[in-house]
């Protein structure tokens, strides 16, 4: 059954031979993303091991190079290579080269080419409102099917990847938890957390769809059900959100939901908003981190919400000799020391100065930082109300993650994601002006004139 892996290949290289990355990115990639399992992979002898993800981007990494006569260089670029090249560097340091390499190419599929994707594939061909339905979509189909896991503390996503795929190795034995007596809902994200963080995003780009495309607007669940579409996912995903039981994607939802709403106000100091929003944002984690650190010791033989705070409150006091130790290159992926009781690094800046150290950290921190310069300098192109608000809830999005972050690392779906985000954000532009792209696309590609002999 490891042939199925074949199944999203194919159908990839199909639009890449029509002629057309952006459909195989839209009809291809982003279903196997926000609907299959990340964690099963294919381990053939002597290769790096794939999923139905790494499958499905290989035609498309092909077919990117004819695309990049439209690349701007930008710093951000560089951070990034960087950062995945210190994915292999930091693993190469502390196990072997032939491991060094296999995370490296981890690294690429999961950063590089996203980060590639958003960048070339989406603004330059007027395709943000198609990608954005797209992601909604398949978003809250999962968010559907998988609520059955709420009561029935069952995975469906898990349980038929495991029937369907036989063969492939889960690399990552997710498990559904419990939290007041129900499953918390996963989804095909593996663990409630990360699913928290897809659907809080989900839930703030329909905000958007819902105030800007007529579309969600007009259209009926059915004909016969007097019910809008927009509703009914607006509803399902807000009870997904919640159903994962996750406060920190709930928290970094609404963080995200209120800055892109300030994108609807007409007249803004955008220097005075952004100001704000840092300064509000950095004072709640402030407010939050010295709460969780004064709360108590953790204790393994407690679950409930106080335990899991103080559990990532102490993560930064017990990891902190390995950090130092690690240095500027970190321990790696692989072979980070783990200590008894922490097993599970649940903060992403802790995570990638364990692994990646000083280097791995500070690269990340700049990308985050150039993202956010990037939306800010855009707001003065941005005239109309569906640029700006788009703008805002960008920026919204990636605030969010960045409280977020601080209590869950990113693992699965959302770590290419938010690499996609980073790409969309540098590739901004108002989006009913063509791009040089499409009008080049728009001309013959032979033509005829007349010659006077």
């Known amino acids: 059954m490891q042939l199925l892996l074949l199944v999203p290949f194919l159908i990839s290289f199909y639009y890449i031979w029509r002629g057309s ?14 609907l299959i399992p990340g964690s099963y992979v294919w381990r053939l002898p002597h290769l790096p091991p794939v999923n139905y993800m790494v499958m499905t981007l290989l035609p498309i990494a092909a077919a990117l190079p004819f695309y990049l006569r439209w690349w ?46 958003g960048r070339l594939l989406i603004e330059q061909w007027m395709m943000r409102t198609a990608v954005l339905k797209r992601i909604v979509i398949l978003i809250s189909i999962a968010g559907v099917i998988g609520l059955s896991e709420f009561p029935l503390k069952v995975n469906i996503f898990r349980m038929i990847t495991q029937r369907l795929f036989h063969g492939t190795r889960e690399v990552v034995g997710w498990t559904t938890q419990e939290r007041w007596g129900f499953g918390r809902v996963s989804g095909p994200y593996g663990h409630a957390i990360l699913a928290g963080v897809v659907f809080g995003m989900a839930l703030v780009i329909l905000v958007y769809l819902r105030r800007t495309e007529p579309w969600w607007q007009r259209r009926m669940i059915a004909n016969f059900l007097p019910v809008r579409m927009r ?65 108590g010791q953790y204790d393994l033989t407690q679950d409930n919400p106080n335990q899991t705070a103080q559990y990532r409150a102490q993560l930064w006091t017990v990891y902190g000799p390995i950090v130092r130790a690690g240095g500027l290159w970190g321990f790696g992926v692989t072979a980070f020391p783990r200590v008894g009781g922490f097993d599970s690094i649940d903060n992403e800046y802790l995570s990638i100065l364990v692994t990646q150290g ?48 601080a209590t869950v690392f990113i693992d699965e779906q959302p770590k290419p994601l938010l690499f996609i985000l980073f790409g969309w954000i540098q590739a901004l532009r108002p989006a009913r002006v063509p791009s040089p792209a499409m009008i080049q696309a728009a001309q013959p590609r032979f033509g005829f004139r007349r010659v006077w002999t």
């Open 21 to 34: 990355a952006r459909s195989a990115f839209l009809n291809a990639f982003l279903p196997v993303l926000l």
């Open 72 to 117: 701007q260089p930008r710093r951000i670029d560089l951070w990034i290579a960087l950062f995945a090249v210190c994915f292999g560097i930091s693993e190469s340091r502390n196990t072997n080269v032939a491991t060094g390499s296999i995370i490296f190419f981890d690294s690429c599929v999961s950063v590089i080419i996203p980060y590639l994707c």
């Open 231 to 295: 509703n009914v996912l607006m509803v399902a995903l807000a009870v997904a959100l919640f159903c994962t039981i996750s406060r920190g994607p709930w928290i970094g939802a609404i963080v995200s939901l209120v800055i892109a709403l300030l994108g609807t106000r007409k007249y803004l100091d955008k220097r005075s908003v952004w100001v704000l929003i840092l300064l509000v944002v950095a004072g709640y984690a402030l407010k939050t981190y010295i709460a969780y650190a004064s709360s």
């Open 358 to 405: 000083y280097i791995g950290l500070t690269l990340f921190v700049l990308m985050l930082l150039e993202s956010l310069l990037t939306l800010y300098k855009s707001l003065s192109t941005m005239t109309t109300y569906e640029d700006r608000f788009f703008t805002f809830t960008l920026g919204g999005i990636l605030l969010g993650l960045m409280l977020t972050m």
